[in-house]
């Protein structure tokens, strides 16, 4: 397998599913003569022309509504948020139109669209471009959620998202773009809905998805050291959610903390937090931990910036905490 960056598995994906399908398009702020803010789709304009790979006005709701309607007219749209920040300007095309077309129009009018680009935060981006948004969308009926955190999870749920019938939310990170991991050469897909282990362990599971993988792995090695052997779930789609084998590792482990950059408030991570205390009930040995961001705008200070998000430090003591109880 080859060694390739996390843009670059992206890219492949959206290269592959273009030159199969040619009703796939691009569109969003300098995806095109820019080759991409985070030179995602770079040589896609060369390759595809400027009907497929379309720039856009500094204007989210306007290209995504024009992506929703594409995409009802029998187009398979990408549409690329240069930051999820900048998705609240379109949310009511997305929320009001994409997520709701089917059910509305009695499943005459699917909308196989994806909305990719950077979630949460990334360094010294401050308050109003630091925002994870997962949440907001997991919450909506309508809209599947996608979150990899390794290359090769990338490009196989990418393609899987090009080819859904419905609108996915395609969560990535600005500092995950240069991370590299194994990917085949061959084609492959990762289904839309699975959880994967990136850890085997007995001691306590670990919930997390997206970049706070990289802090739950480096927690896990140096625990390791002390003989404490944690299994980490990797849950890869939010929505919709692998809630199996998230119950089949806790009752394994008997203890669970979850990792997650969000405000912890009604977060994504409350919500499986609710799940495993409801369906493991008779299982837990300690209540289940959440590790989340600090209940803060992000501050533009870095050493506060740090401080604010979950770190490794954090994710040991939250294991001691559910271990020591």
Known sequence: MAMITFREALRQAMDEEMARDERVILIGEEVGEYNGAYKVSQGLLEKYGPERVIDTPISEEGFTGIGVGAAIAGLRPIVEWMTFNFSLMAIDQVINNAAKMLYMSGGQFNVPIVFRGPNGPAECLAAQHSQALQSIYAHVPGLKVVAPSTPYDA???????????????????????????????????????????????????????????????????????????????????????????????????????????????????????????????????????????????????????????????????????????
């Open 155 to 325: 490009k196989g749920l990418l393609k899987s998202a090009i080819r859904d019938d419905n609108p996915v939310i395609f969560l990535e990170a600005e500092l995950m773009y240069s991370w590299k991991g194994e990917v085949p050469e061959e084609e492959y897909l990762i289904p839309i809905g699975k959880a994967d282990i990136k850890r085997e362990g007995k001691d306590v599971t670990v919930i997390t998805y997206s970049k706070p993988l990289k802090s739950v792995m480096e927690a896990v090695d140096a625990l390791s050291e002390e003989g404490i052997e944690v299994e980490v779930v990797d849950l890869r789609s939010l929505r919709p959610l692998d809630e199996e084998t998230i119950y089949r590792s806790v009752r394994k482990t008997n203890r669970c903390v979850i990792v997650e950059e969000a405000w912890p408030v009604a977060s994504f991570g409350s919500y499986v937090g609710w799940l495993v205390s409801k369906n493991t009930f008779d299982y837990l040995d300690a209540p289940v931990e959440l590790v989340s961001m600090e209940d803060v705008p992000m501050p533009y200070n870095h050493t506060l910036e740090l401080a604010a998000q979950p770190t490794t430090d954090k994710i040991v003591s939250a294991i001691k905490k559910v271990l020591y109880l």
